[in-house]
Nanobody, 125 residues
Framework: VQLVESGGGSVQAGGSLTLSCAAS????????MGWFRQAPGKEREGIAA????????YYADSVKGRFTISQDNAKNTLYLQMNSLKPDDTAMYYC????????????????????WGRGTQVTVS
């Protein structure tokens, strides 16, 4: 099982980026996929998650209203549309997945996911 992120880069404040996470080795038909980020010197932060099947999505307050998580089941790919980017959004962004849905309220916990990508860097200046 492998998750590969792409779409990161450098952008000016107020700009937009769309991250992608392609899953291979398994087709997720249930469970949960999420996006995390980690800035230098800070802890990894869960920012968005979606229940596979698309019936629920969750966002951290820091990105709510600016970021949108979505999935393309046919392509086995997860997306994160990021708008109105701020310098504080600068971080390494990671995709994560698990075949089980996390307990209520635990979607932002790193321990709820057992498969991780290597990350893609986002820099906002």
């Amino acid at each position: 099982v492998q998750l590969v992120e792409s779409g990161g880069g450098s952008v000016q404040a107020g700009g937009s980026l769309t991250l992608s996470c392609a899953a291979s080795g398994v087709t997720y038909t249930s469970g949960c996929m999420g996006w995390f980020r980690q800035a230098p010197g800070k802890e990894r932060e869960g920012i968005a998650a979606i229940y596979i099947g698309g019936d629920h999505s969750y966002y951290a307050d820091s990105v709510k209203g600016r970021f949108t998580i979505s999935q393309d089941n046919a392509k086995n790919t997860l997306y994160l549309q990021m708008n109105s980017l701020k310098p504080d959004d600068t971080a390494m962004y990671y995709c994560a997945a698990d075949v089980d849905r996390p307990p209520q309220g635990a979607w932002s916990s790193s321990g709820a996911y057992d498969v991780w990508g290597r990350g893609t860097q986002v820099t906002v200046s």
